[in-house]
């Protein structure tokens, strides 16, 4: 094996590793759904967002050369992410199932297919692979702002009640794997969406130091702490592109 070749194969396999933890956390959730039979208000957008990341990221890895690292980790999160939303599906309220099924219809059907068709019937070659690239770049992005949210509510309530410390570990683990892994094969779409990624993480399990031996000395928002969670958490796919 050459040289240059041995980080992109360790870089990869930890982050298929750790991403295929992060994507498996939700379990213990959906055992609660299948006793209970009930989503108990569990929000589906999650599941949607991650579906729709791996979808995206699986098309973008399908353009590149020498990939498989990217194909294998978003392939298994698109199976285990459709799985989330069909038992969420089987489970849910007539509203939010409806409301789920629209989301999927519009954001993982129409918007997907919709960039697939255009990128192919108006892009060639290489511009294709950068104009998917910086789709997933953006969108990596955006889904990495979602923290913000929590960490503000963990600076206002002084309570890391809402802010697992083991996800916000594992979560900067992930991306520092996967900018490890971008920054070895030289792609710029999978490197620098973690950069923020990983910042993120450490300001998170900075506040979760900072915060953890504090009281909380505020009234919490009357907020499911579960709901919540779901709501604020990462997927594990922002973390790969």
């Known amino acids: 094996m050459a040289p240059h070749h041995l980080p992109v194969l360790v870089f990869g396999l930890l982050g298929n590793v750790v991403s295929f933890l992060v994507y498996l956390s939700p379990l213990p959730t959906f ?3 299948l006793k209970r039979k009930s989503t108990e ?9 991650a579906l729709f990341s791996a979808m995206l990221t699986l098309y973008y890895a399908t353009l590149k050369q ?3 690292m990217l194909i294998t980790i978003n392939s298994i999160g698109c199976v285990i992410e459709a799985i989330y939303l069909i038992i969420y599906l089987i489970y849910a309220t007539n509203t939010s199932r409806i409301y789920t099924l629209k989301l999927v219809g519009i954001f993982n059907t129409s918007s997907y297919v919709l960039i697939v068709v255009l990128t192919n019937r108006l892009l060639e070659g290489d511009m294709r692979m950068h104009v998917v690239g910086w789709i997933c770049a953006i969108f990596s992005v955006c889904v990495f702002a979602a923290p913000l949210s929590i960490m503000r509510l963990v600076i206002r309530t002084k309570s890391v ?21 971008g920054l070895a094969v030289q792609d710029f779409y999978i490197a620098s969406p973690n950069i923020l990624g990983f910042l993120f993480g450490v300001a998170q399990m900075i506040l979760y ?12 928002p009357e907020t499911n702490s579960k709901e919540l969670a779901l709501k604020e958490a990462p997927t594990p796919n922002q973390l790969n592109v």
């Open 161 to 181: 009640e809402y802010m697992p410390f083991s996800l916000s570990f594992f979560l900067t683990l992930c991306a520092l794997c996967w900018l490890g892994y």
């Open 66 to 68: 020498n990939a498989l």
């Open 209 to 220: 130091l900072i915060y953890k031996k504090k009281k909380n000395e505020q009234i919490l």
């Open 41 to 49: 208000g569990f929000q589906s957008i999650p599941y949607s967002v």
């Open 31 to 33: 055992y609660t759904v």
